[in-house]
């Protein structure tokens, strides 16, 4: 039974990157009647910030660790395994300062972990997620795509490229919905702005 993961990182309502979310959940649904989808809303529910705890929790070998740093260490626990049952993930991320939201990168910081999510080898890091694929939606007031001005203030793409592959996840396809400061201003609709980024949604959701 093919499963997917559903996280939205933006704190917005009526959010451009969740409405992108909902529509790939919905396409995908529909091309996978069989499928479960798990949903993560990481703005309502933001994981935790690592602090000096989790730190030694993490590194702590397993079957060494106290009963109270498997406490500490739970929600990571939990939220690695839905990256692990899921064969798919979809990611809403609203741009916020050229970057991820931070709940996002939160959540980044709990499932990334050494011996959980990658490992050294001789040969480097190693990613421990293997035969996954992840669709990431983005929502930005400016346009950042190749070959216009902004390009490189675009931090997300090469950063969730880089954080993805280093845990194993290489198969990574971003949809840019850029230019909602246009939509903001009132110079162009809703409808008239989402029409071809839905499209596109729905042709990789399928
Ligand atoms: C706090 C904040 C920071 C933002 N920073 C940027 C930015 O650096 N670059 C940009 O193009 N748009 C920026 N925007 C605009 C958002 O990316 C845009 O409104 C987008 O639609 C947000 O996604 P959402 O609709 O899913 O929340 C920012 C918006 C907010 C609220």
């Known amino acids: 039974m093919p499963k997917l993961l559903q996280l939205d ?6 959010s451009i990157s969740r409405e992108l979310t909902r529509e790939f959940v919905k396409s995908w649904k529909a091309a996978h009647p069989d499928g ?5 809303d990481l703005a309502a529910n933001p994981p935790k910030p690592l602090d000096a705890a989790w730190i030694a929790s993490s590194y702590t070998p397993e079957d060494a660790r106290a009963p109270e740093q498997k406490a500490i260490i739970a929600s990571s626990e939990e939220l690695i395994a839905e990256l692990e049952q899921a064969d798919e993930y ?4 609203a741009m916020h300062n050229f970057s991820i939201p931070s709940v996002l990168k939160l959540w980044i910081d709990q499932v990334v972990r050494k011996g959980r999510t990658f490992s050294y080898s001789a040969n480097g890091p190693q990613g421990l997620l293997s ?3 992840a669709t990431i939606l983005v929502a930005s007031g400016g346009v950042y795509q190749a070959g216009t001005p902004a390009e490189g203030m675009n931090f997300i793409e090469p ?3 880089a954080i993805l592959g280093f845990i194993g996840v290489t198969d990574v396809k971003f949809v840019s919905a850029g230019g909602a400061s246009q939509l903001n201003a009132g110079k162009v609709d809703r409808e008239t702005f989402l029409k071809p980024v839905l499209e596109h949604v729905r042709t990789l959701a399928a």
């Open 9 to 14: 990182s933006s704190p917005l309502e009526n």
């Open 36 to 40: 479960t989808a798990i949903y993560r």
């Open 90 to 93: 979809v990611v809403g991320v």
């Open 131 to 133: 035969g996954k694929k």
């Open 159 to 161: 950063y969730l490229k």
